[in-house]
C-alpha cells in the first residue's frame, strides 16, 4: 500500500521536475540530444516503474489516460519536437494523476519509509564494504538535501560503480564478464581492458548484457552516467547544461531502482 503512495507522488514529482526543466529551456524546438534523453527518461520511468504497482489502484480508463501523454513524450523524443509538445503532454498527465491521487491515497496508508540505506549484504560479505556503501548512500541524500546537486550526481555515480563493481566480485569465474559482447575492448591493443580500467559506462553495458539490470534501467542508468561527466567544468560550459536540484532528484529515483535491481542478484552467479 505505502509502495502505491510512493509511486503516485514520485510520478508527478518527475513531471514538475520536467517541466521546471522545459521552463529553463529557450529555444522552440528541443533538438538537444541529452535534453531528449531526460525527457525520455520521464516517461520511461512511469512505464517501467510507477505504471505497473499503480495498476492496482488506477482504473483501466485512468491508466489509459495517464499512458497517453507519457507516449507522445517518448515519440517526441525520437525526433527534434517542438517544446510545447513536452509542454502540453506533461501538463495532460500531471492534471490526471493529480485528480486520480485520492484513490491511490484511499487504498493506501500516509506514512513514509524515507531513503535509509538498503541491506548491501547481497552484494558485500564484509561489514566493513557494507558500512562504506551504507555511508555513500546516506551522503547521496545529504547532497541533496543540502543543495548541492552536482556534489550529489557525483556521489550517485560513485555508489553505482561501487555496486557493480562488488556484482563483479560476486563471480567465481570472472571470464563471464569478459564474454559479454558489451565488455570493453583496448583501442590500440584490440585487448579486453583490465577489469580495474573498467568505468561505469561498460559495468552498464555489461551489466545489462548478463542480466543484472534491465533494459530500461540501463536506458535510465546511461543519463546518469552522462549527467555524472559534468563534473568537468569545461563540459558544463560547452553543453550549457546546469544541473539543479530537481534533476538530481530524479537522477536518485534513478539510482535507487538500479540499487534495487542490483541487489535482486539477477542474472549469472
Not at 522545459?22 to 533538438?31: E, F, H, P
Not at 489502484?57 to 489516460?65: D, P, Q, R, T
Not at 564494504?129 to 546537486?149: K, N, Y
Not at 565488455?183 to 542480466?211: E, F, S
Request: glycine share 4%; net charge positive; with cysteine.
Amino acid at each position: 500500500m505505502q509502495d502505491m503512495h510512493d509511486h503516485i507522488e514520485g510520478a508527478i514529482a518527475e513531471l514538475v521536475r520536467a517541466r521546471k526543466f522545459l521552463d529553463r529551456i529557450r529555444v522552440s524546438q528541443i533538438r538537444n540530444a541529452e535534453q531528449r534523453d531526460l525527457l525520455k527518461a520521464t516517461a520511461l520511468s512511469w512505464f517501467r516503474t510507477h505504471r505497473i504497482p499503480l495498476s492496482s489502484a488506477l482504473s483501466i480508463e485512468v491508466l489509459a489516460a495517464v499512458d497517453a501523454p507519457y507516449r507522445v513524450i517518448l515519440n517526441a523524443t525520437d525526433r527534434s519536437s517542438v517544446k510545447g509538445t513536452y509542454v502540453s503532454a506533461l501538463n495532460q498527465a500531471k492534471d490526471v494523476l493529480v485528480e486520480a491521487r485520492n484513490d491511490v491515497l484511499a487504498a493506501a496508508p500516509t506514512a513514509r519509509t524515507g531513503d535509509a540505506p538498503p541491506a548491501f549484504g547481497p552484494l558485500a560479505m564484509d561489514p566493513q564494504m557494507q558500512a562504506i556503501l551504507a555511508r555513500r548512500w546516506e551522503e547521496c541524500t545529504r547532497c541533496l538535501q543540502g543543495g548541492a546537486p552536482l556534489a550529489a550526481t557525483v556521489m550517485m555515480g560513485g555508489l553505482l560503480e561501487a555496486l557493480f563493481v562488488s556484482r563483479a566480485n560476486k563471480l567465481s569465474d570472472k571470464v563471464v564478464l569478459f564474454r559479454s559482447k558489451a565488455a570493453p575492448i583496448d583501442a590500440k591493443t584490440k585487448k579486453h581492458l583490465d577489469l580495474r580500467q573498467w568505468t561505469l559506462a561498460p559495468y552498464i553495458d555489461v551489466g545489462h548484457d548478463l542480466g543484472w539490470i534491465s533494459r530500461s534501467a540501463k536506458d535510465v542508468a546511461a543519463i546518469l552516467r552522462d549527467y555524472r561527466n559534468y563534473i568537468h567544468p569545461e563540459k558544463e560550459r560547452a553543453h550549457g547544461v546546469t544541473l539543479s536540484v530537481d534533476d538530481a532528484a530524479m537522477l536518485w529515483e534513478v539510482t535507487k531502482r538500479l540499487c534495487k535491481e542490483l541487489l535482486a542478484m539477477k542474472g549469472v552467479t
